[in-house]
């Protein structure tokens, strides 16, 4: 069963972690939610509250390399809440840590950003939300998804459900990723 850890800072896009997060878990993958902030419960960008599983800073010690839990794929989120996924020193240790394992780092809207900040997107094909565009020059402005090795990325709220499906075909099969599609209607 894959193992999905997501991460949720305060002012999280909530279609942008929800809709994955309900596809993942339809898909059977086992998706574990870390509030970034010092409680479990994190509220997003519009007022919705979310009870994590845990807390990041619960995790052992990202450096220890025996101790420190490694996940199948790690997501990230867009939002406001981007800019404290990239203050942290501990999400960017986890997602090294993760691109050095060769799991797969996923990230949508302005969250590519931390990717960025860890020097991944280097030589690679990625999207993100245009906002961000003056520091991700090479956009691809007209995907909704790009996969590229292991790195999957996302525009935005709106692409939500294709990055969930994608994530699904990529962590499990292309026909589970289908046979939500098709029970869901998308």
């Known amino acids: 069963m894959p193992t ?7 002012g ?9 997060i309900d596809v993942l878990r339809r898909a059977g993958c086992l998706v574990t939610l870390a509030a970034l902030g010092p409680t479990r419960r994190v509220v997003g960008r519009n ?6 599983d845990l807390l990041l800073a619960d995790l052992p010690s990202v450096p220890s390399p025996t101790s420190a839990p490694i996940w199948d794929c790690l997501l990230l989120p ?3 809440g ?3 996924l990239r203050a942290s020193s501990a999400v960017r240790e986890l997602v090294t840590r993760h691109h050095s394992a060769g799991k797969l780092l996923a990230a949508i809207c302005a969250a590519p950003t931390v990717l960025h900040d860890a020097g ?3 030589g690679r094909r990625y999207t993100a939300h245009p906002s961000v565009a003056n520091e991700l020059n090479a956009i691809l402005t007209d995907e909704r998804v790009v ?9 935005g709220a709106g692409t939500a459900l294709d990055f969930g499906l994608a994530l699904i075909a990529t ?6 990723s289908s046979e939500i599609a098709s029970v869901i209607c998308a």
């Not at 999905?4 to 305060?10: A, G």
């Open 4 to 10: 999905v850890l997501v991460i949720l800072p305060e």
């Open 12 to 20: 999280f896009e909530e279609l942008e972690a929800i809709a994955p």
């Open 47 to 52: 007022d919705i509250a979310v009870e994590a």
């Open 78 to 80: 867009g939002g406001p």
């Open 82 to 84: 981007v800019a404290s």
């Open 120 to 122: 991944l997107l280097v």
């Open 147 to 155: 996969h590229d090795g292991n790195i999957l990325t996302s525009r």
């Open 171 to 176: 962590l499990v099969s292309p026909e589970k």
